[in-house]
T-cell receptor
Framework: GAVVSQHPSRVICKSGTSVKIECRSL??????MFWYRQFPKQSLMLMAT?????????EQGVEKDKFLINHASLTLSTLTVTSAHPEDSSFYIC???????????FGSGTRLTVV | AQTVTQSQPEMSVQEAETVTLSCTYD???????LFWYKQPPSRQMILVIR??????QNATENRFSVNFQKAAKSFSLKISDSQLGDAAMYFC????????????FGEGTQLTVNP
């Protein structure tokens, strides 16, 4: 079945630094990738949608200059949290789908802690 | 805009018993997809079952089945012979049929399975 690999699974960074999270589709071409943020015991909140080779489309209220998304190839999308602050601490999840596919495959998530 | 509502924040069931999780949605589309995802403590999102709106037959996957009532815009999940491993957060989700369209999630239902 389709597999999406997300790294790192956990990261701790200092306030003011940047951190990059990678999401790779291992056995299919991910034409569309999604990035979510999830707070404890809450639902997934869509942050942005990215199509390969195009600029990401951000949801209302998501700072595109803080959460940089790159989807430069059909197998890799990255989310960079720039100038991270403690309020950016959260669980981030990616998902990916291929053109015309029914299902969406999720990465295993990244727990970001900003200290 | 499409919305998905799960009115049961928490549910519990005895091992080997049956439990039904509720989900309602709102859409003006006539053809779309509905999903149930499971998120165990590992926080990996796992697809449980899916339904295509144009199919009248309710989807079934082993111990998991749905009751899809299109006119009522209801999509409930029935778990039979509940097992300890079924304990998780369950999310109902909707998406349009358009390739690469976003998933809209409900708020989630936390299921506890008691031995």
């Amino acid at each position: 079945g389709a597999v999406v690999s997300q790294h790192p699974s956990r990261v701790i960074c200092k306030s003011g630094t940047s951190v990059k999270i990678e999401c790779r589709s291992l056995d299919f071409q991910a034409t569309t990738m999604f990035w979510y943020r999830q707070f404890p015991k809450q639902s997934l909140m869509l942050m942005a949608t990215s199509n390969e080779g195009s600029k990401a489309t951000y949801e209302q209220g998501v700072e595109k200059d803080k959460f940089l998304i790159n989807h430069a190839s059909l197998t890799l999308s990255t989310l960079t949290v720039t100038s991270a602050h403690p309020e950016d601490s959260s669980f981030y999840i990616c998902s990916a789908t291929a053109q015309g596919a029914f299902g969406y495959t999720f990465g295993s998530g990244t727990r970001l802690t900003v200290v | 805009a499409q919305t998905v509502t799960q009115s049961q924040p928490e549910m519990s069931v005895q091992e080997a018993e049956t439990v039904t999780l509720s989900c309602t949605y709102d859409t003006s589309e006539s053809d779309y997809y509905l999903f149930w995802y499971k998120q165990p403590p590992s926080r990996q999102m796992i697809l449980v079952i899916r339904q295509e709106a144009y199919k009248q037959q309710n989807a079934t996957e082993n111990r998991f089945s749905v009751n899809f009532q299109k006119a009522a815009k209801s999509f409930s999940l029935k778990i039979s012979d509940s097992q300890l491993g079924d304990a998780a957060m369950y999310f109902c989700a909707y998406r349009r049929k358009t390739s690469g369209s976003r998933l809209t999630f409900g708020e989630g239902t936390q299921l506890t399975v008691n031995p």
